[in-house]
């Protein structure tokens, strides 16, 4: 196994964990269902390559503007979820994948259907950064990530997504501006995932329309029920597990996707709460005794 | 529990492995070791066709090469990974072959976004890349280790252009663009020639990879009454422009690209309403060079099927890394500098006249024409002008 | 003008034919069903299967519903049932997994290249008012016609019809005035792949081709289609169809192909929700 590989492997079960981390916050902690994230890890993404080489900004600089693009973009689409609800929604958030990736396909100013190419490895005070400290930092953004994903859960923030997630009408009456936190609640997740865009592009250095296609929010959704949904754990360890294993089933060859595909169905069926969920049976056999609620909520 | 098992058994199965393991261990001479080239191509997943097309026309050029006794006694192993249509697990694969497998040349059976992110790791790590039919502009920009064995999309489109313009004569034409780095780049060629012959574009409409139902379009099409419908699909798409246009009752001259150089894809599709369509491509059905007739010849002894444009490209991007091989060794520099050099080299899809400084390829472009079902040489395009790209 | 309405129209009735099974799915259990789009291709290749052998398209229809009901009753006896407390969530990454499976399992047994599927009618193409219809046009819009008269039928007029219609108000309230949510359930299943069969089949033989990827594009697609039609309601969705099909011609063939096919069905969804939040037909929730 040679180093590069696995560096290249790791980095992208960062960016992918990432992408987890902050749907959760959107979908499992606010209960609002999203199945267009890619979308706005693409913005991220073409935001960040774009003003790195057409502007000339730093990576530095980029990056926290790229976020701010994804997350106000997400704000509008946390305005549309005050109108459509529900299932309709996550159709309505398909649609607007839909509607970005096609932007980025039909206007020359995105590169078209030819991508965007030259983007580059960024640079630390003049030196630009090797692929196994790229690797360290996407690790130092999951913690960071992770950690916000903490502060908001704990916080009243937190409380007041769980009380909408739960119960909206009596989250109303109980006097939460549910419309407020909601938009705060897509705001911040696709700011998030605008910064996996950033560290995508720019570890990738070339990106394509393709690279953001619905499929992608759809594994990223994956991941989070894989892992748990609603708890901080469970969309890591859900990234970590579901961006290694098209590695991990390559011995298989010709029937990898089908087990692939196979495995997705079989830990839904019989681990629906998420392998490492408050039910999951690898938590009970690792703590020993029935299921303990590990939950952010004051239970 | 181990009663079953006896010292005496111990000893046994231990003399046994220590026998296996210095048969087919260190004992062997590291002259015999086998050499290893990488191919990466979408497998499984939306482009599985191709990838199985580019697979079996390696595998086979490998048994012959092997059984004709190997690279100077050596044998070639191919190493094959799955990129999945995905450039993610392309930029893996990659990895994996060039550190994992000490792969001394990689190939590329695989679509262009796939190709042109694993030639960035192609060319950071100095191990020679060869392309056989990813047509994205940028692809060898990644720099000197990255070459393409089949000719540009806007090189063929002008081609095209020109036999549109100049062979068939038309007046007017009717343009249906791939929306993909693919199709556009074929249509920017094709355009900017024929239109510099004089030929007018009357209508440019684009559509997207999958696209099925061309008739809106085309019923506007008919009313415009263009001399020739130039499309840029893939095998599907193409078939059902065709048969759609058949069944509209538009008798327009069509005229497609490499992307419908396919017998299952394309020609079983379309049936009649193939017959006449003019192709773009690189692999010439009526050729008389020996290479091309035994390749058409032995895939479909062995698979059963007509080989198609996807497998004859990867087959000769395989083929020219074994003949570097054969040439120089396994270095990576000297490899890189005996592609440079094959100047006249003659392979399933054509005699390569040179390589540009970037790793462009310059060879002819055969047009093909459909005759009961089949593909059959109509003529070629071999303006050095043209072909530079 | 003609023939663009007549091509919006045969675009439509495809839509419809896929769409109703997957309303009606989420009619009753309320799970957005992916693996729809499987059944669709199972349907097709099914079909081809048995027109191969017998030659005769009306056993390729029956074979391929025949097959796909199987195949319907298996994913809901076995995957979705025992799902149906989790979140809502869950269900539809088991189908999207489901779906991988399936579309795998195609290329494994059918192989990657494409297959034609050539069927010869009695006539090839009638032309009336300047516009050209195929045979297979016809059968299309025929084929539509008789199954949503036959869902219409068995709906509004039988027993069981009257249970799937009190199911689909309320499943708890219908359990306890004592329907029987099971057979409901197996026999909303039964219908919706079945009819989804027919238009893999159908499809199948309009572009004269079978492959595993086909389903690909109907699989999120549709849901723009009964999402506008209001999420469960089966008028709407054939009405949604049409709409979408006529859109979609017509922007093609008065602006080009200014955007992709699909990103054209999802502005035209995504306009009409801001609009109504519901769908069309839906009723407020």
Same mark, same amino acid.
């Given at each position: 196994?040679?180093?590069?590989?696995?560096?290249?492997?790791?980095?992208?079960?960062?960016?992918?964990?990432?992408?987890?981390?902050?749907?959760?916050?959107?979908? $499992?902690?606010? %209960?609002?269902?999203?199945?267009?994230?890619?979308?706005?890890?693409?913005?991220?993404?073409?935001?960040?390559?774009?003003?790195?080489?057409?502007?000339?900004?730093?990576?530095?600089?980029?990056?926290?503007?790229?976020?701010?693009?994804?997350?106000?973009?997400?704000?509008?689409?946390?305005?549309?979820?005050?109108?459509?609800?529900?299932?309709?929604?996550?159709?309505?958030?398909?649609?607007?994948?839909?509607?970005?990736?096609?932007?980025?396909?039909?206007?020359?100013?995105?590169?078209?259907?030819?991508?965007?190419? $030259?983007?580059?490895?960024?640079?630390?005070?003049?030196?630009?950064?090797? &692929?196994?400290?790229?690797?360290?930092?996407?690790? $130092?953004?999951?913690?960071?990530?992770?950690?916000?994903?903490?502060?908001?859960?704990?916080?009243?923030?937190?409380?007041?997504?769980?009380?909408?997630?739960?119960?909206?009408?009596?989250?109303?009456?109980?006097?939460?501006?549910?419309?407020?936190?909601?938009?705060?609640?897509?705001?911040?997740?696709?700011?998030?995932?605008?910064?996996?865009?950033?560290?995508?592009?720019?570890?990738?250095?070339?990106?394509?329309?393709?690279?953001?296609?619905?499929?992608?929010?759809?594994?990223?959704?994956?991941?989070?029920?894989?892992?748990?949904?609603?708890?901080?754990? %469970?969309?890591?360890?859900?990234?970590?597990?579901?961006?290694?294993?098209?590695?991990?089933?390559?011995?298989?060859?010709?029937?990898?996707?089908?087990?692939?595909?196979?495995?997705?169905?079989?830990?839904?069926?019989?681990?629906?709460?998420?392998?490492?969920?408050?039910?999951?049976?690898?938590?009970?056999?690792?703590?020993?005794?029935?299921?303990?609620?590990?939950?952010?909520?004051?239970? | 529990?181990?009663?079953?098992?006896?010292?005496?058994?111990?000893?046994?199965?231990?003399?046994?492995?220590?026998?296996?393991?210095?048969?087919?261990?260190?004992?062997?001479?590291?002259?015999?070791?086998?050499?290893?080239?990488?191919?990466?191509?979408?497998?499984?997943?939306?482009?599985?066709?191709?990838?199985?097309?580019?697979?079996?026309?390696?595998?086979?050029?490998?048994?012959?090469?092997?059984?004709?006794?190997?690279?100077? $006694?050596?044998?070639?192993?191919?190493?094959?990974?799955?990129?999945?249509?995905?450039?993610?697990?392309?930029?893996?694969?990659?990895? &994996?072959?060039?550190?994992?497998?000490?792969?001394?040349?990689?190939?590329?059976?695989?679509?262009?976004?796939?190709?042109?992110?694993?030639?960035?790791?192609?060319?950071?790590?100095?191990?020679?890349?060869?392309?056989?039919?990813?047509?994205?502009?940028?692809?060898?920009?990644?720099?000197?280790?990255?070459?393409?064995?089949?000719?540009?999309?806007?090189?063929? %489109?002008?081609?095209?252009?020109?036999?549109?313009?100049?062979?068939?004569?038309?007046?007017?034409?009717?343009?249906?663009?791939?929306?993909?780095?693919?199709?556009?780049?074929?249509?920017?060629?094709?355009?900017?020639?024929?239109?510099?012959?004089?030929?007018?574009?009357?209508?440019?409409?684009?559509?997207?990879?999958?696209?099925k139902?061309?008739?809106?379009?085309?019923?506007?099409?008919?009313?415009?009454?263009?001399?020739?419908?130039?499309?840029?699909?893939?095998p599907i798409?193409?078939a059902l422009?065709l048969k759609q246009?058949a069944d509209?009752?538009?008798?327009?001259?069509?005229?497609?690209?490499?992307?419908?150089?396919?017998t299952k894809g394309f020609l079983d599709v379309a049936g009649k309403a193939a017959e006449?369509?003019?192709?773009?491509?690189?692999?010439?059905?009526?050729?008389?060079?020996?290479?091309?007739? &035994?390749?058409?010849?032995?895939?479909?002894?062995?698979?059963?099927?007509?080989?198609?444009?996807? %497998?004859?490209?990867?087959?000769?991007?395989?083929?020219?890394?074994?003949?570097?091989? &054969?040439?120089?060794?396994?270095?990576?520099? *000297?490899?890189?500098?005996?592609?440079?050099?094959? *100047?006249?080299?003659?392979?399933?899809?054509?005699?390569?006249? !040179?390589?540009?400084?970037?790793?462009?390829?310059? *060879?002819?472009?055969?047009?093909?024409?459909?005759?009961s079902n089949?593909?059959?040489?109509?003529?070629?395009?071999?303006?050095?002008?043209?072909?530079?790209? | 003008?003609?023939?663009?309405?007549?091509?919006?129209?045969?675009?439509?009735?495809?839509?419809?034919?896929?769409?109703?099974?997957?309303?009606?799915?989420?009619?009753?259990?309320?799970?957005?069903?992916?693996?729809?789009? !499987?059944?669709?291709?199972?349907?097709a290749y099914i079909g081809l299967v048995a027109y191969t052998f017998t030659g005769s398209l009306v056993l390729a229809l029956?074979?391929a519903?025949?097959?796909?009901?199987?195949?319907?009753?298996?994913?809901?006896?076995?995957?979705?049932?025992?799902?149906?407390?989790?979140?809502?969530?869950?269900?539809?990454?088991?189908?999207?997994?489901?779906?991988?499976?399936?579309?795998?399992?195609?290329?494994?047994?059918g192989?990657?290249y494409i297959r034609a599927f050539k069927v010869d009618l009695w006539f090839e193409k009638?032309?009336?008012?300047?516009?050209?219809?195929t045979a297979h046009q016809?059968l299309i819009?025929?084929?539509?016609?008789?199954?949503?008269?036959?869902?219409?039928?068995?709906?509004? *007029?039988?027993?069981?019809?009257?249970?799937?219609?009190?199911?689909?108000?309320?499943?708890?309230?219908?359990?306890?005035?004592?329907?029987?949510?099971?057979?409901?359930?197996?026999?909303?299943?039964?219908?919706?792949?079945?009819?989804?069969?027919?238009?893999g089949v159908m499809t199948a033989i309009n572009y004269n081709s079978v492959l595993?990827?086909m389903?690909?594009?109907?699989?999120?697609?549709?849901?723009?289609?009964?999402?506008?039609?209001?999420?469960?309601?089966?008028?709407?969705?054939?009405?949604?169809?049409?709409?979408?099909?006529?859109?979609?011609?017509?922007?093609?063939?008065?602006?080009?192909?200014?955007?992709?096919?699909?990103?054209?069905?999802?502005?035209?969804?995504?306009?009409?929700?801001?609009?109504?939040?519901?769908?069309?037909?839906?009723?407020?929730?």
């Amino acid at each position: 196994m040679g180093l590069g590989y696995l560096t290249t492997i790791g980095t992208l079960v960062c960016i992918y964990a990432i992408l987890a981390i902050s749907l959760n916050i959107i979908s $499992g902690y606010a %209960g609002q269902a999203s199945l267009g994230h890619a979308a706005f890890f693409g913005i991220g993404a073409y935001a960040s390559a774009l003003l790195t080489l057409k502007l000339g900004i730093g990576f530095w600089v980029a990056a926290p503007l790229a976020m701010m693009a994804a997350g106000a973009i997400g704000a509008v689409v946390g305005v549309i979820s005050l109108r459509i609800k529900g299932d309709f929604l996550a159709v309505t958030t398909i649609g607007i994948n839909f509607v970005i990736v096609t932007v980025f396909e039909y206007s020359d100013f995105f590169g078209g259907a030819y991508g965007i190419m $030259g983007i580059q490895y960024p640079t630390l005070f003049g030196v630009k950064i090797s &692929k196994g400290y790229y690797l360290l930092m996407c690790l $130092g953004f999951v913690g960071l990530c992770a950690l916000f994903s903490l502060l908001v859960s704990k916080s009243w923030l937190g409380l007041a997504l769980e009380a909408i997630r739960e119960n909206e009408a009596a989250a109303e009456a109980s006097g939460i501006n549910c419309a407020k936190f909601k938009i705060i609640a897509f705001a911040f997740g696709c700011a998030w995932a605008g910064l996996a865009g950033v560290l995508f592009a720019h570890f990738m250095r070339f990106i394509t329309p393709n690279d953001f296609a619905f499929p992608i929010s759809i594994t990223i959704v994956a991941m989070m029920v894989v892992g748990g949904i609603g708890t901080l754990r %469970g969309p890591i360890l859900g990234a970590l597990l579901m961006a290694a294993l098209p590695e991990l089933l390559r011995p298989l060859a010709n029937y990898r996707l089908l087990f692939y595909g196979g495995l997705i169905v079989l830990m839904t069926r019989f681990q629906p709460q998420g392998l490492f969920g408050d039910k999951a049976f690898i938590l009970r056999m690792l703590l020993g005794r029935g299921p303990r609620s590990m939950r952010h909520s004051g239970d | 529990m181990m009663k079953g098992i006896g010292t005496k058994e111990l000893i046994v199965v231990w003399i046994a492995a220590v026998m296996v393991a210095g048969i087919g261990g260190p004992s062997s001479p590291a002259a015999a070791q086998p050499i290893k080239i990488g191919l990466m191509a979408p497998l499984t997943g939306p482009a599985a066709a191709d990838g199985l097309s580019a697979k079996q026309s390696c595998e086979m050029l490998v048994e012959q090469v092997n059984a004709a006794g190997g690279i100077n $006694g050596r044998k070639i192993e191919l190493i094959v990974y799955d990129d999945q249509f995905d450039s993610k697990q392309a930029v893996t694969v990659a990895q &994996k072959m060039i550190e994992g497998d000490k792969v001394v040349a990689g190939v590329s059976g695989s679509y262009s976004f796939t190709t042109r992110a694993a030639a960035q790791v192609f060319q950071e790590e100095k191990i020679p890349f060869s392309v056989g039919y990813a047509l994205h502009p940028a692809i060898t920009e990644g720099g000197k280790y990255v070459f393409r064995v089949t000719v540009l999309g806007h090189v063929q %489109g002008r081609a095209g252009g020109y036999a549109a313009g100049n062979l068939l004569k038309v007046k007017t034409v009717s343009m249906l663009i791939q929306d993909n780095d693919f199709g556009q780049s074929l249509a920017s060629g094709f355009r900017e020639q024929a239109e510099g012959l004089g030929v007018k574009v009357l209508s440019a409409d684009k559509f997207k990879m999958g696209e099925k139902e061309f008739s809106p379009v085309l019923t506007k099409i008919k009313q415009l009454n263009p001399d020739l419908i130039y499309n840029t699909a893939y095998p599907i798409d193409g078939a059902l422009i065709l048969k759609q246009a058949a069944d509209l009752g538009i008798k327009t001259q069509q005229m497609g690209s490499e992307g419908l150089d396919s017998t299952k894809g394309f020609l079983d599709v379309a049936g009649k309403a193939a017959e006449g369509i003019i192709i773009t491509t690189n692999l010439d059905r009526d050729s008389k060079a020996e290479i091309t007739r &035994k390749y058409l010849d032995e895939y479909q002894k062995k698979y059963g099927f007509a080989p198609d444009m996807t %497998g004859a490209s990867t087959y000769d991007a395989l083929l020219m890394v074994i003949d570097a091989i &054969k040439k120089v060794g396994t270095d990576a520099d *000297k490899i890189v500098d005996a592609f440079r050099a094959m *100047k006249g080299w003659q392979g399933v899809t054509g005699q390569i006249q !040179a390589f540009t400084p970037q790793g462009e390829v310059i *060879k002819n472009v055969e047009l093909q024409v459909v005759r009961s079902n089949v593909f059959r040489h109509f003529g070629v395009v071999s303006d050095l002008k043209l072909l530079t790209p | 003008m003609v023939q663009q309405f007549l091509n919006g129209i045969i675009t439509g009735s495809l839509y419809a034919l896929i769409a109703v099974g997957l309303t009606m799915v989420y009619g009753i259990l309320r799970i957005l069903h992916i693996a729809h789009a !499987a059944v669709f291709v199972g349907g097709a290749y099914i079909g081809l299967v048995a027109y191969t052998f017998t030659g005769s398209l009306v056993l390729a229809l029956i074979a391929a519903a025949a097959g796909c009901s199987v195949l319907g009753y298996l994913i809901q006896r076995y995957l979705y049932t025992p799902m149906l407390t989790e979140e809502r969530i869950v269900p539809l990454i088991a189908s999207v997994g489901l779906f991988i499976l399936c579309e795998d399992l195609f290329r494994l047994l059918g192989g990657p290249y494409i297959r034609a599927f050539k069927v010869d009618l009695w006539f090839e193409k009638i032309a009336f008012l300047e516009a050209v219809v195929t045979a297979h046009q016809v059968l299309i819009l025929i084929t539509t016609a008789v199954c949503l008269l036959v869902v219409y039928a068995v709906i509004s *007029k039988t027993k069981l019809g009257l249970a799937w219609q009190a199911t689909a108000q309320d499943m708890d309230t219908a359990r306890a005035m004592g329907v029987n949510i099971r057979q409901v359930v197996t026999f909303n299943f039964i219908i919706a792949s079945s009819i989804a069969a027919i238009a893999g089949v159908m499809t199948a033989i309009n572009y004269n081709s079978v492959l595993p990827t086909m389903g690909s594009v109907i699989s999120y697609k549709m849901f723009a289609i009964v999402v506008l039609g209001g999420m469960g309601s089966i008028p709407g969705t054939v009405v949604a169809s049409l709409i979408i099909g006529m859109s979609e011609t017509f922007m093609s063939a008065y602006f080009g192909f200014i955007m992709p096919r699909d990103a054209i069905a999802f502005t035209a969804m995504i306009l009409i929700l801001i609009v109504r939040p519901q769908g069309l037909f839906g009723r407020a929730r």
